[in-house]
């Protein structure tokens, strides 16, 4: 276990809905990163979050924000959903600022079904 | 733009015998790259990376890679599965000022008894 968790487990949603996904850093890490798994394929990055900003983005459209929390948390928002979506989310949380080359720790996912 | 391919979508071996998940990178500068697996619903675990330093990197679970330039790869092996081997691995650069990790399509490792 990393440390890194995140909620709900699984979501189904409809067309058109909008949901909110949560995730819990480890433990003295500052930045956390989203990254949506379609299925059968590999991660691809959403965006990043460094001290309540975000810091970095992917090829996402505007529908796809996010937030960072004082603590660390972090939530991501998808509005307007699209069948496309459904995926497994996957948030990664690390130290930023302990080098270049520092693990990035993730979370178990969750599993987000679009009807 | 950087970038992974894994060659190979499955891999089928026995238990006991060595196994090889193929990777090539597309870089312009000194890549940092990883591999991660990622066992049916768990996260996905960091299992080596290198970052320019030995070329031959040493991970868990007895999996190592090597880094060879002329080739342009970074290929995972291990000389003796395991059946708790049986997962999905990525193959992953590192890219960007704010370290974004771009994964490969992945390959499927079957273990056999």
């Known amino acids: 276990e990393t440390g890194v968790t995140q909620s709900p487990t699984h979501l189904i949603k409809t067309r058109g809905q909008q949901v909110t996904l949560r995730c819990s850093s480890q433990?003295?890490?500052?930045?956390v990163s989203w990254y949506q798994q379609a299925l059968g394929q590999g991660p691809q990055f959403i965006f990043q979050?460094?001290?309540?900003?975000?810091?970095g983005r992917g090829n996402f459209p505007p529908r796809f924000s996010g937030l960072q929390f004082p603590n660390y948390s972090s939530e991501l928002n998808v509005n307007a959903l699209e069948l496309d979506d459904s995926a497994l989310y996957l948030c990664a949380s690390r130290a930023a600022g302990q080098g270049p080359y520092n693990e990035q720790f993730f979370g178990p996912g969750t599993r987000l079904t679009v009807l | 733009a950087q970038s992974v391919t894994q060659l190979d979508s499955h891999v089928s071996v026995s238990e006991g015998t060595p196994v090889l998940l193929r990777c090539n990178y597309s870089?312009?500068?000194?890549?940092?790259l990883f591999w991660y697996v990622q066992h049916p619903n768990k996260g996905l675990q960091l299992l080596l990376k290198y970052t320019s330093a030995a070329t031959l990197v040493k991970g868990i679970n007895g999996f190592e890679a090597e880094f060879k330039k002329s080739e342009t790869s970074f290929h995972l092996t291990k000389p003796s599965a395991h059946m708790s081997d049986a997962a999905e691995y990525f193959c992953?650069?590192?890219?960007?000022?704010?370290?974004?990790?771009?994964f490969g399509a992945g390959t499927r490792l079957a273990v056999h008894p």
């Open positions: 433990s003295g890490h500052n930045t």
């Open positions: 992953v650069v590192q890219s960007g000022g704010y370290n974004k990790l771009i």
């Open positions: 979050y460094y001290r309540e900003e975000e810091n």
């Open positions: 870089s312009s500068y000194s890549p940092s």
